[in-house]
């Protein structure tokens, strides 16, 4: 396998790889950034796992910079001449409970075991750096012939019940790459939903996948009706109320652009509770600290036509004289001045009314209130 690295960065793996060697460790790429280059892709992250102790291992440098270590994994952030990388030590895994994260049971394992608690077999191949800049594949699993075949399998089957969020990053893999489920893994999915385990379930990686999977507005229309469509709403909940006509549409509406943020508040969010405005002021004041993407989500979950009327007409109202003008008016200091200021922005907040500019809303004080 060659690799396109720019010179500096063949420079310092190079070194690594002559470290390695007297240090006595193998290192390899392994997961995302072999499975890009074998799919032509220019690798993003340089991540480096060492078969062994890889804390121990970048300890020995001399030309590393530690940013931070985390002994429990043996993973240590580095940067090299200016580049991150980010070391791992081969580890075995086990998960307790089903969703919950994995407890480590050995650090500095043999590199199949390390390969084996991975999720797919396109991101279960390792090609081991060596001095000459060859990588040497280790392909297990038959993960080359996956990614030639487009095809998303796991290692094991119970893989899905280990870590449902493996649905998720199956979902984001086939919606990225056009890639598909193999047929045993569509009905290993399909038996963890009938009877989804919630109860140890890590939410935070949940939500982080969910967060990958709706990272890219192109996708996330495709993402959001798969979610539905395919149930996976049942790793998280048993139902999940999904219009895909009324979110296009909302999105129209409020003029999104962040279509992966609204998808995912659209699924993450509980419906508010719904509230009776009186008046455009009222309306005005709850939604003043509402985003684009809030009032969208909010509109979705309670079909509240305010929102609009908030979004269309009231958002770039603004007041601009301050209580220290009606001061300066001979207004005397207390609650009045916040009544006044309300009573001028509710005057502006009517469509009718020709309250714009500084000058418009001294003349209403005037003609309105006596001193
Ligand atoms: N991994 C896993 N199960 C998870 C998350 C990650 O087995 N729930 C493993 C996979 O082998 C994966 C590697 O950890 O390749 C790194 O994960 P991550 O950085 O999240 O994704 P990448 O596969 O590198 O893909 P990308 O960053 O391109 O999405």
């Known amino acids: 396998m060659q690799i396109k690295f720019n010179d500096k960065i063949n420079q310092i793996i190079k070194n690594l790889a002559l470290e390695a060697q007297r240090f006595g460790v193998k290192i390899y790429f ?32 001399d030309f590393v910079e530690i940013k931070s270590i985390h002994k429990d994994f043996g993973t240590v952030k580095t940067e090299i001449s200016g580049v991150n990388i980010d070391f791992a030590s081969t580890r075995i895994e086990e998960y307790p ?27 279960a191949i390792a090609a081991r750096i060596l001095p000459s800049l060859d990588y040497e594949i280790i392909d297990i699993f038959n993960g080359c012939n996956d990614i030639s075949k487009g ?18 990053r199956g979902l984001d893999f086939k919606l990225r790459f056009n890639f598909n489920f193999s047929p045993e893994d569509e009905k290993l999915i399909q038996s963890y939903l009938k009877n989804p385990d919630r109860e140890g379930l890590s939410k935070d990686r949940v939500i982080l996948t969910l967060n ?4 890219s507005n ?7 009706s798969e979610f539905s469509s395919c149930c996976y709403y049942k790793i998280l909940f048993d139902e999940f109320l999904f219009n895909k006509e009324n979110l296009e549409n909302a999105i129209k509406l409020f003029d999104i652009k962040d279509i992966g943020r609204v998808c995912l508040k659209y699924i993450l969010e509980a419906p508010p509770v719904e509230i009776k ?25 309670t079909n509240d036509k305010n929102t609009l009327i908030y979004f269309n007409e009231l958002k770039n109202v603004v007041l601009n004289i301050k209580g220290l003008d009606l001061l300066n008016l001979g207004f005397r200091q207390g609650k009045i001045i916040g009544d006044i200021l309300d009573k001028v922005l509710e005057a502006k907040l ?5 309250i714009v500019t500084f000058e418009d809303e001294i003349n209403f004080v005037k003609e309105t209130f006596k001193l």
Request: with cysteine; hydrophobic share 40%; glycine share 6%.
């Open 350 to 354: 009517i469509k009718s009314t020709n």
């Open 151 to 168: 095809v998303l399998k796991v290692l094991h089957k119970n893989s899905y019940i280990d870590d449902p969020t493996r649905i998720l």
């Open 30 to 61: 392994v997961g995302g950034l072999v499975r890009d280059v074998l799919m032509g892709k220019t690798p993003l992250d340089i991540d480096i796992l060492v078969e062994g102790n890889a804390i121990d291992f970048v300890k020995s440098l």
């Open 218 to 224: 192109e996708r996330a229309m495709s993402a959001i």
């Open 97 to 123: 409970k089903s969703g919950c994260l994995p407890h480590v049971t050995k650090i500095g394992c043999d590199i199949k075991d390390d390969l084996i608690r991975r999720d797919f077999t396109i991101n």
């Open 277 to 301: 405005f009186k008046s455009r002021l009222e309306i005005y004041k709850y939604f003043k600290n509402f985003s684009d993407v809030d009032l969208c989500v909010y509109y979705l979950k």
């Open 212 to 215: 990958k999977l709706f990272s």
